[in-house]
RNA sequence: GGCCCCGUCGUCUAGCCUGGUCUAGGACACCUCCCUUUCACGGAGGUAACACGGGUUCGAAUCCCGUCGGGGUCACCA
């Protein structure tokens, strides 16, 4: 931990306006307790931008001593809804997001959720929608509406035509009470819809400040579907009244919203809550980060090389072709990734799980994610969860959306990892390898593993990079090929000596070497240096890294050779020579 | 297009509310040099911003107005 100015930092902690809760009024006699919530709808995978705005709902209500809620938004019927779509949830804990109240989740010793307010699936809460929504309409607040999809869609289309926008012209509102039942009884399809008051709508946020709408804006939207399912706007905010939640912070594209959940509060009778609402994270070009942006980059690919079939090995002919013909298709992870392979084009991170899988520490995203939206102040830019959840407050929350730099966040996790104890970062690679490379780690004895992970610490930025650029020790003695570039040419056949010829002095220099351990390996072919290389190791180390390796990159020389073991190192060399007398121009 | 929000180095930001201490600070990236057994790491230094134009004021990055630019939103999606 750096130095931290706390005098400073405890300047900006305070609300701008704490406690303070219009509407509260006499339904409850004290303060209730303070509650934020997560509310998305559902997902296999939790987004950046999702992960944050979790982050910084959990964080508050650590801060003000209150409780997190997590509610699951699934009531629209076209987007699946069985278990694998709270996937997310596993995100969320990996992070170290835990939810006081909301779908119960245990892995380990986390335990998250549960709570007297549920159900916390919005899709079994229908009846207490319903009986919220009739009261609406038996007050006259809300009204049924019989005009079908493409009837609206062609009066939307007509409104822009002329220039103006579009506003519900409130046919369902002409029908006569006669009418309308006997529509009902008919059981024509039907939505309801909320009677907008007029007048203009102050929207009070405490990030951006209060903006006032004008009168006209709000117009007259649907709050229970044809299907029956209340809309978005209904149930969240039933659901807040009811779940007790007194503070959302939530993305600015809900902004406009904030508007509608207003008035149908007030007509509904409900207290307001604190609204907050955060820029969203941007791309490095400025475009919305998106789970769309993978697509996006290999449709591009896919395109620049004209081709019309999937690569081998990537997926069906039938998958490709669904995918190449509707834009709006998305390929599954499995497929996406073998795409992207094939293509040799790097997909962007833009799930949570995206990033754990590039091998990111959890504490470092969730420290980069709160820097994107959030500064402490000052200097301050490391920090924990703990750090959050301590200082989190709502002035400090910026307000211009910000660009994902995963080059900083790259910068970050190196520091990070560099800052662990060797015995920790050993245990974290091996736990990643467990999880994402069980064929590297299956090949690799317990000793070898161990070696290598140590030999790569102060070289990795990330807990994948270990296996990524490590492919050589995989490979079988008599399977290993050698680059054939420049600089491998110039490390072997450059100098008085050439490289190849200071192999083939140290061949037997090496298979005498009866401990063949680190300091052995470096006493030996330091002296060897000094007496053949003029005390330049790099000429003896490089035709070494290369002969075992096949290529200019490795750890260590004396840990790769270790690694290795003596036998495939004395069968590699061997074998690397006689690739170079075969190969012309390197005969050296 | 209507409405709403935003505008400090390439990027994330500090400073803005409570004008002077700002010839604008930090971090990442970039450039140069050093270290070096490859790749990295590390060390030293450097380039680089108050969108623009008007006010207000002795004085403005900080307050006001306008212009331009960016984003969000206008669904029986959330």
């Not at 950046?48 to 910084?56: K, M, N, Q």
């Not at 007030?266 to 697509?295: E, Q």
Request: glycine fraction near 8%; include cysteine.
């Amino acid at each position: 931990m750096e130095g931290i100015d706390w005098a400073a930092a405890a300047k900006g902690t305070t609300a701008r306006k704490p406690g303070v809760r219009p509407g509260l009024g006499a339904r409850v006699r004290s303060c209730p307790p303070m509650k934020t919530r997560f509310a998305p709808s559902p997902s296999g995978h939790l987004h950046v931008g999702g992960a944050r705005t979790a982050l910084f709902n959990f964080a508050y209500a650590r801060r003000l001593e209150g409780s997190f809620l997590l509610r699951i938004e699934d009531t629209d019927q076209k987007r699946s809804s069985d278990a694998a779509s709270i996937g997310f949830l596993k995100d969320l804990a990996w992070l170290g997001i835990r939810w006081d109240e909301g779908p119960e989740f245990a892995d380990g010793h986390v335990h998250c959720g549960g709570g007297k307010a549920g159900p916390y699936f919005q899709s079994e809460r229908l009846e207490v929608y319903a009986d919220e929504l009739n009261r609406l309409v038996r007050e006259g607040k809300a009204y049924h509406a019989f005009d079908t999809p493409d009837e609206l869609e062609a009066k939307r289309q007509a409104a822009r035509a002329e220039g103006r926008s579009y506003r519900y012209d409130r046919a369902g509102l002409m029908l006569s009470p006669d009418t309308v039942q006997r529509y009902l009884d008919e059981g024509r399809p039907s939505v309801v819809r909320f009677k907008a008051p007029e007048g203009p709508v102050t929207i009070a946020d405490e990030v951006l400040g209060s903006a006032t709408l004008p009168a006209g804006e709000v117009d007259d939207f649907v709050i229970r579907k044809a299907d029956g399912y209340p809309t978005y706007h209904f149930a969240v905010v039933v659901d807040d009244e009811l779940m007790g939640v007194t503070h959302v912070l939530r993305a600015q594209e809900h902004f406009n919203n904030t508007a509608k959940h207003i008035l149908l509060q007030d007509a509904l009778g409900y207290r307001r809550p604190v609204y907050a609402h955060l820029a969203i994270i941007c791309n490095p070009d400025g475009s919305k980060m998106s789970k769309r942006d993978k697509d996006r980059i290999l449709r591009a690919a896919v395109k620049e090389r004209g081709l019309e079939a999937p690569p081998h090995g990537t997926m069906d002919d039938a998958v490709f072709e669904a995918w190449v013909a509707d834009k709006n298709v998305q390929l599954d992870l499995e497929h996406a990734m073998r795409l992207a392979d094939a293509l040799d084009v790097q997909l962007p991170e833009i799930n949570v799980d995206d990033f754990r899988r590039s091998g990111y520490l959890p504490e470092v995203l969730v420290n980069f994610l709160a820097l994107n939206g959030w500064s402490p102040g000052g200097d301050r830019e490391k920090f924990d969860l703990a750090f959050i959840c301590r200082e989190f407050d709502l002035p400090r929350v910026i307000k211009t959306p910000a660009r994902f730099d995963r080059t900083k966040l790259l910068a970050f996790n190196l520091d990070a990892l560099q800052a662990m104890p060797r015995e920790a970062f050993v245990d974290r690679v091996r736990a990643h390898g467990d999880e994402f490379h069980p064929f590297f780690m299956e090949h690799l004895s317990e000793a070898q593993f161990e070696l290598l992970a140590a030999a790569s610490h102060e070289r990795s930025k990330t807990l994948d990079d270990m296996f990524r650029t490590n492919r050589w020790v995989l490979t079988p003695d008599e399977k290993l090929a050698w680059e054939d570039t420049k600089p491998v040419r110039k490390a072997l056949t450059g100098g008085g000596p050439t490289g190849l010829d200071q192999l083939r002095a140290l061949q037997p220099i090496l298979a005498d070497l009866a401990d063949w351990t680190v300091p052995e390996l470096e006493r030996v072919i330091t002296e060897f240096a000094q007496a053949h290389a003029g005390g330049q190791l790099g000429r003896i180390a490089q035709p070494l890294r290369i002969a075992v390796s096949g290529g200019t990159v490795s750890p260590a020389i004396f840990d790769t050779l270790a690694i290795l073991g003596k036998k495939s190192t004395l069968r590699r060399i061997e074998r690397c020579l006689e690739w170079a007398a075969a190969s012309a121009g390197l005969a050296g």
